[in-house]
């Protein structure tokens, strides 16, 4: 059964915390990306991956991190020094750059 | 400044009519993609239209590209209540800033009425 899985489903963060979302995907997609989607809004480009061990800045990488060291998984860090983290996540991957992007369910993240 | 623009914002209609949503774009593109979300989940892809394509279609979907005028429409014939979604459309610019990457649109909310 391929997909791209996303966990949790639901994430809490407490102020000055790290949190970290998970994203996994079994269809050997080489490219990997990260959005965040606020209400009523489109989709703004976090970090995106390439290639394993690589990765990029999108739109609004300010803090937020991102690791590929495996070629299924693209975990996003959201960072303290992210100070408006409240949002929809959504992670997609593809088989190349320009391609058809499959997304997983999304998380989504509040701030206590 | 965004590079797909989706027209009109919201849009509400009763079930059986059909809905036409429209995209307009700033630069130079390769393809053109149509996405859904249901509320409160990811997108799902529904139509990847190439530069070199004027119609698609998918089932109940048609999809137009006029180049020229760098915009593109999707139309759902026989619209159905489970139609309700948000519908997105996603350019890969060229020329813009973004280097080739997808850029969404802030999409279309529509609404069917049974």
């Known amino acids: 059964d391929g997909g791209i899985t996303q966990s949790p489903k639901y994430l809490f963060r407490k102020e000055g915390q790290n949190v970290t979302l998970s994203c996994e995907q079994n269809?050997?997609?080489?490219?990997m990306y990260w959005y965040r989607q606020d209400p009523g809004q489109g989709l703004r480009l976090i970090y995106y991956?390439?290639?394993?061990?690589?990765?990029q800045k999108g739109d609004i990488a300010e803090g937020y991190s991102v690791s590929r060291e495996k070629k299924e998984s693209f975990p996003l860090t959201v960072t303290s020094a992210q100070k408006n983290p409240t949002a929809f996540y959504l992670c997609a991957s593809s088989t190349g750059f320009q391609e058809t992007q499959y997304f997983g369910p999304g998380t989504r993240l509040l701030v206590l | 400044s965004q590079q797909g623009e989706e027209d009109p914002q919201a849009l509400s209609i009763q079930e059986g009519e059909n809905a036409t949503m429209n995209c307009s774009y700033k630069t130079s593109i390769n393809n053109l993609q149509w996405y859904r979300q249901n509320s409160g989940r990811g997108l799902v892809h529904l139509i990847l239209?190439?530069?070199?394509?004027r119609e698609k279609h998918s089932g109940r979907l048609r999809v137009t590209l006029d180049t020229s005028k760098k915009s593109s429409s999707l139309l759902i014939t026989a619209s159905r209540a489970a139609d309700t979604a948000s519908y997105f459309c996603a350019t890969d610019a060229l020329s813009y800033n973004q280097g080739g990457k997808l850029i969404f649109g802030q999409g279309t909310e529509l609404s069917v009425k049974p």
């Open positions: 239209i190439r530069s070199n394509e």
């Open positions: 991956s390439q290639i394993v061990n690589d990765f």
């Open positions: 269809l050997n997609h080489d490219a």
